[in-house]
């Protein structure tokens, strides 16, 4: 070690044992062995000082008045002490219920097993102190050559950086006169790609809006297919009322129920009587909502306003719990409570399909729109005794939920009223809701609602008159209209109708006062229980009765997966078309045609045994 003066050579000496300055001019591999040897002697000595007791100690129990010895507490730990502490304890007054535990040693006295366990450990530390000191010794001097290692390898570094720096510097020069040339060509280059990228999105715009142009055109082209000059400008008109409902410019909400304020003197004989019932046009595009009390004639007024529809392309789902198929002809009818909400999750599931396809799409709202036109995909639902929905409707249980850990949403009827009233317009999925009130408490029971409903459904109360002679209710033909959006009610008159319309056909309208038809099938059910009592209805017929497409194709998926029994809520979500999943509604339509075909019976409630061939 270099010292700074003779002083402190002295001091450093003076401070250091003869024993460390041995080991100091030992050399490194000699100084291993010492601290290896001295911490052996640490580990050894600590290990014998672990084990055994140094002291004696005297076990006892506890004579209780049963005669019984208890010689371990609550936790199961034996009652000991030292002899030393027994004596005193006997001195002082042992009570007699104290005696020696006979199980343990003589007399219930141990030996101590390691009398010597305070030196081993005393050997111990001497041990782990002196391997301490050592290395400590070693870590002192390895931090002084530290520095001078340190020292020699920065002194390496500087060299080899400025030999580096002086080679670098006599070619400098060169390499800087090759950037520029090479950043000039570089230049130039990434100009005239510029220029030719610029042309090529110009072009590219171009093409994509010739072609939007051409698509628009075939698209218009096949929807007014057939069509005269005459319909082709009643449907242009169409159009453009249900893609601008809402007011604009000078245009008066009045104004867009009843054209007379628009007419004057002589110009109104020109307004066909039909004209005052135009507000209907309106509840074709829009989610509306038709209240009214007892007799207030809701139901003849939907139904007049789903023919509006059925005329304007929809396709019309009508959701009556207690509807029959007799007075809804030319619509698909879902009755039932179970399959009503069967059909809800499938339309909440439809909605965000179509959200889905259409942010993937590539589209504007508008091309989206006409597209689903173009598809057939309008869809008109009408909710008919919708103020019973929230007393009779739970949420259906998925196909692969456990029973015992399904838990329906209490919210499931508001869930889907929000759903259609604010999602439904954009994807043409358009409610019709049919209630005895406009309260929210009402409708779906979703409380804090109203500034939703005043703002997304168009609604049309029905006013009853009470008759003087029968004081019932009965409908007075007058009403009130208020618009999405607007606060203000608008008086209207209702259509004036002498039946109720119960046929939607567009070819064959039929009125509520012809009797209803009957189909092949039901004639067949009636002579087999009228009249061929003990046979078959098939036993009549000379060939059997053919079913439709999709029919057999869910009775070749019964049999192929080798069904027997086959329940319409086991099977219903893996029977699928070219990717495409079923109602259990439209299924079961296809297992009325298997049944009546004779290839299966009916065993339980959407459940039927298929007959081996």
């Not at 002697?41 to 600590?46: C, E, L, Q």
């Not at 030999?163 to 230049?187: F, G, K, T």
């Not at 719990?321 to 399959?339: A, D, F, M, N, S």
């Not at 259409?358 to 909710?383: D, P």
């Amino acid at each position: 070690m270099n010292y700074l003066s003779e002083k402190h050579k002295q001091l450093s000496e003076s401070q250091q044992s003869g024993l460390m300055k041995w080991f100091g001019q030992l050399p490194m591999d000699k100084k291993a062995v010492a601290i290896g040897l001295s911490l052996t002697v640490g580990i050894s000595s600590a290990a014998m000082a672990w084990k055994g007791e140094s002291s004696d100690r005297i076990y006892f129990c506890v004579r209780t008045p049963q005669k019984k010895l208890v010689c371990q507490d609550q936790n199961n730990r034996p009652f000991r002490m030292t002899p030393f502490y027994w004596e005193q304890w006997q001195l002082e007054g042992m009570p007699r219920q104290i005696v020696r535990n006979p199980a343990m040693g003589v007399n219930g006295l141990v030996k101590a097993t390691n009398p010597y366990k305070p030196l081993w450990a005393f050997g111990g530390f001497l041990g782990f102190a002196l391997a301490g000191w050592m290395l400590r010794h070693c870590q002192h001097e390895e931090k002084q050559k530290a520095v001078f290692e340190d020292i020699a390898q920065k002194r390496d570094a500087a060299k080899a950086e400025m030999a580096a720096r002086s080679e670098l510097l006599e070619s400098y020069r060169d390499v800087a006169i090759a950037e520029v040339q090479l950043q000039a060509d570089l230049d130039l280059i990434a100009n005239d790609r510029t220029v030719d990228i610029t042309k090529a999105e110009i072009y590219a715009h171009t093409e994509i809006e010739v072609t939007q142009m051409e698509a628009t055109d075939a698209i218009f082209e096949a929807q007014t297919a057939g069509m005269t000059e005459q319909q082709k400008a009643e449907y242009i008109k169409q159009l453009r009322e249900m893609k601008t409902p809402y007011l604009q410019g000078s245009q008066t909400l009045q104004g867009t129920i009843d054209p007379n304020d628009k007419v004057t003197g002589a110009d109104s004989q020109a307004i066909a009587p039909s004209d005052k019932y135009r507000w209907i046009n309106n509840t074709i595009g829009y989610p509306t909502l038709i209240f009214g009390g007892m007799g207030a004639g809701k139901s003849w007024t939907t139904r007049e306003i789903i023919w509006k529809k059925v005329q304007a392309g929809w396709n019309i789902v009508a959701l009556d719990p207690h509807g029959t198929q007799v007075e809804w002809r030319g619509v698909r009818l879902i009755t039932g409570y179970k399959e009503i909400a069967l059909f809800m999750q499938w339309y909440m599931n439809e909605m965000r399909q179509r959200y889905e396809d259409y942010r993937k799409s590539g589209m504007t709202e508008e091309q989206w729109t006409e597209n689903l036109r173009a598809s057939g995909k309008m869809l008109s639902v009408i909710c008919e005794e919708f103020t019973t929905w929230t007393d009779n409707i739970i949420e259906p249980m998925p196909n692969d939920c456990d029973l015992d850990k399904w838990k329906p949403d209490p919210d499931f009827i508001g869930k889907w009223f929000r759903c259609a009233m604010t999602e439904s317009r954009k994807q043409l999925m358009i409610p019709l809701f049919v209630a005895h009130d406009r309260t929210m408490e009402i409708l779906a029971k979703a409380k804090g609602l109203s500034k939703l409903r005043d703002a997304a459904l168009l609604e049309v109360e029905l006013i009853a008159t009470i008759d003087p002679i029968t004081t019932e209710a009965k409908a007075s033909g007058r009403g009130r209209i208020k618009l999405p959006g607007h606060g203000q009610w608008i008086d209207i008159e209702l259509p004036k109708l002498d039946q109720k319309r119960i046929d939607f056909r567009l070819d064959r309208p039929v009125t509520s006062n012809e009797p209803p038809t009957i189909d092949k099938a039901t004639l067949e059910r009636i002579y087999e229980l009228e009249f061929n009592l003990g046979n078959k209805a098939g036993d009549t017929q000379d060939e059997p009765k053919k079913i439709s497409l999709m029919a057999q194709k869910l009775y070749e998926y019964l049999t192929r997966t080798e069904r027997i029994e086959a329940d319409v809520r086991e099977f219903k979500g893996n029977f699928k078309v070219n990717g495409e999943r079923f109602t259990v509604e439209q299924i079961k339509g296809w297992m009325y045609e298997i049944v009546g075909a004779g290839k299966a019976d009916w065993i339980a409630e959407g459940v039927i045994k298929l007959n081996q061939i």
